[in-house]
């Protein structure tokens, strides 16, 4: 685990090459088995692969441009009635639980978040919300590329020890 989580980068430039349905059904278990506080699971994962509607999706966002391009965008969203309170929380541990297992599996992928504090992100759940006709009530995370990688990837590596404190700063 801890070599697809080393290996794990943000791809942006995708292959043509369909991902296999197997592949996704696995993506969306690694997802549906993330912890979740109170156990609510308040996430709703929808698959899309329609080619109109990823470049409709890559336009909800200036840096989800390589959504139309990867053939498969992961829509993480959530029912805030479930879990009003750590719904993010919740929606984010199944984004990273889908990012480790597709490294993993030889895939790429990039975490386009889409849930925003300020007027600018709740246009941005509107705009996704319309694409992918997701009722009102529920609140859209983030949006997951994923597909073959065009190119080689650069893992960041860890970030500095500096950041590691021992029982007190």
Known sequence: MLEA????????????D???DEAVQELLHA???APSAHNARPWHLLVVRDPEKRRALARVHKWAGFCAESPVVIVVAADPSRSDHWWIEDCSAAVENILIQATAMGLGTCWVGVRGSDERGYER????????AIPPNIRVAALVAVGYPAVEG????????????GETW
Do not use: D, N, T, Y
Request: with cysteine; glycine share 2%; aromatic share 6%.
């Open 31 to 33: 997802a549906l088995c």
């Open 18 to 20: 369909p991902v296999p």
């Open 5 to 16: 989580i080393a290996k794990r980068f943000s791809c942006r430039s995708f292959k043509p």
């Open 125 to 132: 759940e509107e705009k996704v919300r319309e694409v992918c």
């Open 154 to 165: 650069q893992p960041k590596g860890p970030a500095p020890l500096e950041a590691i404190h």
